[in-house]
């Protein structure tokens, strides 16, 4: 078993002004350290994917903050501070308050990952 850090992770998305993620492999699965600041919206930037939303799976928890996903189904649900989650394929995220989570993402369903949640 690993343990991972900001220091022993790549800084994978660095957005301007609105956070950044770092990340590594291990195992199967991809771990990734995000802080993300608050109106931060991945509408537009997942607009080009198919259906305008992200396709993968996330399991994750949230050490501080809230972030409203949004569905493709038009079902929205708001993960805060202390909650550990599940957010499924056909999703964009919307940060809500000032926001660091832990997240974890199947390698093997994430070729070229280098998406926000």
């Known amino acids: 078993m690993g343990s991972f850090t900001r220091d022993n992770t790549d800084l994978a998305i660095e957005l301007d002004g609105f956070g950044k993620q ?34 993968e799976p996330h399991w994750g928890y949230c050490v501080e903050g809230s972030v409203t996903v949004r569905f493709d189904d038009g079902e929205d649900e708001t ?14 995220v919307h940060i809500d308050e000032d926001s660091e989570l832990v997240e974890f993402t199947r390698a093997d369903e994430t070729p070229g990952i280098n998406t926000v949640a």
């Open 79 to 92: 993960i805060r501070a202390g909650e550990a989650y599940y957010i499924r394929p056909g999703h964009n």
């Open 22 to 55: 770092h990340r590594t492999q291990a195992g199967d699965m991809f771990v990734a350290l995000e802080q993300w600041k608050a109106g931060l919206d991945t509408g537009p930037m997942f607009a080009d994917l198919p259906g305008g939303a992200c396709s």
